[in-house]
């Protein structure tokens, strides 16, 4: 395997992890506060439609970011009124909010399949621009991807040094204890919710912005609940999941690759690797380590008298 | 910061409770208490289980609202409706099963409820303040541990630390006592002497006559939802709290007369090098040899985590073990399922009911045929006899001198002694032959342990092998012909209980070599 090709599973693995690691970190605070949010695919697919098709009819991809970003913290609002307020059951609430989700993308995005839009400029990494172009091109990336890494550390440092992150944390852990301090539990969720869902629709933004430039129907293939995974696989840590959204896209990337470099393998198989290394994060890192999982996980808060 | 202690002669009440009534579904918990809370004071508010104490508390603390009644802050009404309006006034509480978050670290646990805690957090800052607070009032403890990481002593350490530097000046302390071993609660009235004379108040929930004639000033008795009484120190005698805790006097003990011939039976039980697999924080029992006679009651002492729930676990066969061999009746039963282990005649009170003894949604009569629906099956298990479980089950609780208020709540509605009464009832129902029972009268008043302890001696008289887990070393002092203590999994004394005192078991509870 050629240099050129190493370096393209790189390039590409770092373009199809952003919007993993982005949709990631918003599940990390979802979960840190208490909930797992199974509906993060079809608030990927609104966001990821939304997105594209604000784009495609205003032509600047700012304002679709923007739009995608806000499709995803309202679709965790519905979310969060269903599981907060409400009080019903989290895995239920997110596999409805994923099957609304799915057919409301597919109504978003009905007439913009195979549309082209302005993407997202790309910038070359300073100090790469002498290289040669198959090289350099291979290196040049949007604003959300030079964002990325700066907002896990951001999110570890919300989460781990400041008292919104520690009453966070402490609602995930016990609400109880949590309202017993003088907080507001189902605020901090909403909150948790809120800022999990632009995060997500940053992720879906960057997925049909910047990196496939194009929408089509359930484009997003099981990513919300790859991350849903990877946050297990990072034990609830913004840190960690940098590495298992790279591990994860490297995956994806090779087996494009494969395809591309005409392995006699069927296409069908090669599909399975990232999901098969999925099954095998979770068998090797289920449950015998030290868990981590925040205590009230799943759990639903219903105040006191 | 200590304030300036109130030194005039007569000082005002900090906290005045006036009236307060609270009513759930089915009880009136709290009817038109008043109660007067002094700075410089300890104030014990004693009383049976379901008298009303926790529930006065945590209108106080904002954890419930009143349903009438007032609350005046240094004579000033005021408007307590959350635990966040109770800090503000300066009132903090430490709940009977702590409130601290096991993942955190001590400074996390402390951080969480500094009332000036900074947007962004600075730890060393924090942990300096909880250094300067714990050398002051001999609280020492690791701010970078974890709370899951520490003992109960430590835990309650840390509850009080949150509590200074959160700058409660009224402490609430739900039956502080409860878990501690002798010395650690030594250790808690040395603290709270200290507290007292820099300018603190403290509200303490107990139902231990002997704490509250040692470390109370003013002595507060709640019978039934009512308040009995408040007495000083100088005027509480033990008989006179009795007289307000109760409205009939309690009937002693009948401990028959000894009846153990021991080593000319075949044991129940025997544990031979009993070894099991330690996982994450638990502990894994080593080299257990134990031997069970019939009519005889073995105490087993211990703070709790130190392999109690695992002895128990691996008597009734919920926990495998990984060396040994376990013999009941004389039968080898190592490998014996749960069931057949029951089936033998071994009855088991867990350390937790709620979690282990009951499904909290079934009713109480469901529970109660839960552990014996082969016995009320008909046509081959296509129908349940209810009618028989209704008469056992109210058969067994007037025998046990228990009351349940209905057989057909779900048991998740029971409060924690009445859910407790109600395993015990159908443990104990069926003359076992072995009976495994954890902390068999946590959280019951004094009527219930009295019943509780007797309907044991009872069941010993019968010929009943009993293994008592319990951290309540008067009760095991009480009970037993012969006390083993448990420290780290390991068997660390076998005494008489005529041949050893508190002192020396306490010490061996918690490692220390005697």
Redesign the interface.
Known sequence: MSLLAVLGVISSAIYSGTSLLYTTLGEVIDERAGIVNLGLEGVLLVSASLGFAVTKTTGSPYLGILAAVLAGGLMNMVFGYLVITRQANQLASGLAVMFFGYGLSALIGKSFVGAKINPLPRYVLPGLSRLPLVFSSLFKFDFLIFLVVPMAVLIWWLLY????G??L??VG??A????????NPKRIRYQALLVGGLLAGLGAAHLTIAYTMAWSEYMTAGRGFIAVALVIFSNWDPLRAIAGALIFSAAVAFQLLLQSSGAQVSPFLLNTIPYLLTILVLIVWGGNR?Q?A??SLGRIYLG?? | MPATPTSHALPGPMVSMRGITKAFPGVLANDGIDLDIYPSDVHALLGENGAGKSTLVKILYGFYRADSGSVLLNGQPVRIQSPADARKFQIGMVFQDFNLIPAFSVAENIALFLPDLKPVIHPKEIDHRIEEISTRYDLQVNPHALVSQLSIGEQQKVEILKLLLSNARLFILDEPTRVLAPHEIKALFGVLENLRKDGYAILLITHKLNEVLECADRISVLRTGRLAGTLTRREASEEKLIAFMFEKSLAGLNRHAHAAARSDRPPILRLTNIATHSLGAQVGLEDINLDIYPHEIVGVAGVSGNGQKELGDVILGLQKCSQGHKELFGQEATSWSIGRVRQSGVAFVPENPLQMAVTPYLSVLENMALTRSRLYARLGGLRVDWGAVQADARESFVRFGFSVPSLFVPVRSLSGGNLQRMTIARELAFDPKLIVGSYLTRGLDLQSTLSARQALLDARQAGAGILLISEDLEELFTLSDRLIVLSRGRIVGSFLPTETDNYTVGRLMTGAKV
Do not use: I, Q, V
């Open positions: 040094r400041t008292r919104w520690l009453g944390r402490a852990e016990n109880d204890t949590a309202f017993a301090s003088g907080r030290k981590s925040p205590a006191s008298e």
